[in-house]
């Protein structure tokens, strides 16, 4: 297998670079952040709840949380949640910002659960059987990052790669990057030296503009099968099966414009990449809730680690641009992928509740995960050495503890909510310039009658991260704003 050396490890996404062997990417943790860590989805009472039921149940996105919420329903129930997400996001870069704007429409929640009474089984009152499908975090997201620098060229850090290689072996040791890049006569040899060095056409100190078009599509969700128990309307029970589904996909168009027009022939040059990622897993899930009176409850719940398997796919291409009016276009001399396993770490979950009779509920959820504990690991028929990726993941990513809080009153059928919800920063304080905690403000309506309930919630998510279109000693990190607004519907029918 192909390596590329260290700096050039942030230049591909995630499973891109990972396959090039134990060079892994600066971006691992990153990309690695951003597949485990989620936030919540669901249906329109949970969301206006700030997915906080964990020691409430009775609705069809606590599979998920905690199975054991399902164990409180006393009649079955269908439920559907669309929802519609305006997005935007702003980027600051050397001194440039810039803003964009996203809208997509998902199903939030399907849900279909059935409760059976138990007779003459004595304390044991209902058991209940449930499918759900829930996503976990929508990862459809467009930027445009764009500055003036003098911190370094892509193309400097290709050629530094590309030292101690002999060309004739520029397609077989590296065809994404450095064979292409040769061939655009974006490196070239250096005549000053025997041995098997490279210089970019862009000089040192050259003042460049950067331009990096990012566009992402993709989700994270999961399918849970779950079954509760009652037991004397006291002690409620669940266990559940979760198969979790990654859909990724990201094309990168990568710009640099030579500013300093006299130093170089060269004008500038355009690197386009396309990644696909597509991943599935399963974990296991148990719950409790405990009634300890009328009024006061408490859950708790474990989530085993999510064993995923993922493939990747991915190609580059390169075109560059001179003043004498030429240009060449070089695409990869080879498509990239790779298969490998990468395990989610577990979650541990702590609830309580309050019950005020048919007026008011409040629920507080605590939940423990550590992303330290995220692994990597070869798939056995192509072989790679993940050890200097996990170590760069267990060094830069924390343990958090992730709080949601709701609350909801009724009257007369009708349910006004309110929810907020802290994510804290999953990275080490050194390991990054930009806030990456995420905040979820959330607010809801409903309305029931008789077997028939329609729900509707706004859920506002607020995060940050760094970018890196590459890696080099002293280049600013892309400080990067992303604001989500989550508009879901929900139809319910019980019987």
């Known amino acids: 297998m192909m390596r590329l050396n260290r700096k050039m490890k942030s230049l591909?996404?995630?499973?891109?670079?990972?396959?090039?062997?134990?060079?892994?990417?600066?971006?691992?943790?990153?990309?690695?952040?951003?597949f485990i860590s989620t936030d919540f989805g669901g249906t329109a009472r949970f969301n206006g709840m700030g997915g906080a039921m964990g020691a409430l149940g009775g609705d069809a996105s606590t599979l998920m949380y905690n199975p054991a919420g399902m164990g409180v329903y006393r009649s079955s129930e269908f439920s559907i949640s669309p929802t519609f997400v305006p997005m935007s996001s702003?980027?600051?870069?050397?001194?440039?910002?810039?803003?964009?704007?996203?809208?997509?429409?998902?199903?939030?929640?399907?849900?279909?659960?059935?409760?059976?009474?138990?007779?003459?089984?004595g304390q044991w009152k209902m058991v209940q059987f449930g499918l759900s499908y829930i996503p976990l975090k929508n990862l459809n997201t467009n930027h445009t990052i764009q500055g003036r620098h003098r911190d370094g060229s892509l193309s400097q850090e290709?050629?530094?790669?590309?030292?101690?290689?002999?060309?004739?072996?520029?397609?077989?040791?590296?065809?994404?990057?450095?064979?292409?890049a040769y061939q655009t006569y974006l490196i070239d040899p250096d005549t000053n030296t025997t041995a098997f060095d490279y210089i970019s056409a862009i000089p040192v100190g050259t003042l460049i503009e950067q331009?990096?078009?990012?566009?992402?599509?993709?989700?994270?969700?999961?399918?849970?099968?779950?079954?509760?128990?009652?037991?004397?309307?006291?002690l409620y029970l669940g266990a559940a099966l979760g198969y979790n589904k990654v859909v990724y996909d990201e094309f990168m168009d990568y710009q640099e414009l030579v500013v300093d027009t006299g130093v170089t022939d060269l004008k500038g040059f355009t690197m386009v990449q396309d990644v696909e990622v597509r991943g599935s897993g399963i974990d296991l899930k148990v719950g409790a809730i405990y009634k300890v009176t009328d009024m006061l409850r408490l859950g708790a719940s474990y989530t085993s680690p999510t064993w995923n398997y993922m493939t990747t796919s991915w190609n580059t291409s390169i075109t560059t641009g001179f003043n004498d009016g030429s240009s060449y276009t070089q695409s990869a001399a080879a498509i990239g992928a790779n298969?490998?396993?990468?395990?989610?770490?577990?979650?541990?979950?702590?609830?309580?509740?309050?019950?005020?009779?048919?007026?008011?509920?409040?629920?507080?959820?605590?939940?423990f995960v550590d992303y330290s504990g995220a692994k990597l690991r070869s798939f056995e028929p192509n072989p790679i050495d993940f050890s200097a990726a996990n170590s760069e993941i267990q060094n830069s990513l924390v343990s958090v503890g992730n709080i949601r809080t709701g609350l909801e009153i009724r009257h007369q059928g009708w349910s006004l909510r309110?929810?907020?919800?802290?994510?804290?920063?999953?990275?080490?304080?050194?390991?990054?310039?930009?806030?990456?905690?995420?905040n979820i403000i959330s607010a809801g309506l409903g309305f029931k009658k008789e077997q028939v309930s329609i729900?509707?919630?706004?859920?506002?998510?607020?995060?940050?991260?760094?970018?890196?279109?590459?890696?080099?000693?002293?280049?600013?990190a892309a400080q990067v704003d992303e604001r989500q607004t989550a508009i879901i519907m929900t139809f319910g029918l019980r019987f």
């Open 12 to 34: 591909v996404f995630f499973g891109a670079l990972l396959m090039l062997g134990p060079s892994a990417s600066a971006q691992n943790e990153t990309d690695v952040a951003r």
């Open 158 to 180: 290709i050629a530094s790669d590309a030292l101690g290689l002999d060309p004739n072996n520029f397609e077989s040791n590296d065809p994404f990057f450095i064979f292409p």
């Open 418 to 438: 309110g929810g907020y919800a802290v994510y804290p920063d999953p990275y080490r304080p050194e390991s990054k310039t930009n806030d990456a905690s995420k």
């Open 455 to 476: 729900d509707m919630a706004i859920k506002n998510t607020s995060y940050g991260s760094d970018y890196f279109a590459y890696a080099s000693d002293g280049m600013q």
């Open 211 to 234: 331009k990096t078009v990012l566009n992402r599509r993709g989700r994270i969700g999961e399918t849970v099968f779950a079954a509760s128990c009652n037991y004397n309307d006291k």
């Open 339 to 367: 298969d490998y396993y990468m395990t989610a770490p577990s979650r541990l979950m702590g609830s309580i509740a309050l019950v005020l009779g048919k007026h008011a509920l409040l629920d507080i959820d605590y939940e």
């Open 90 to 121: 702003s980027t600051s870069f050397y001194g440039s910002d810039t803003r964009q704007g996203d809208f997509n429409v998902n199903l939030n929640n399907f849900g279909y659960i059935r409760a059976t009474e138990l007779k003459d089984k």
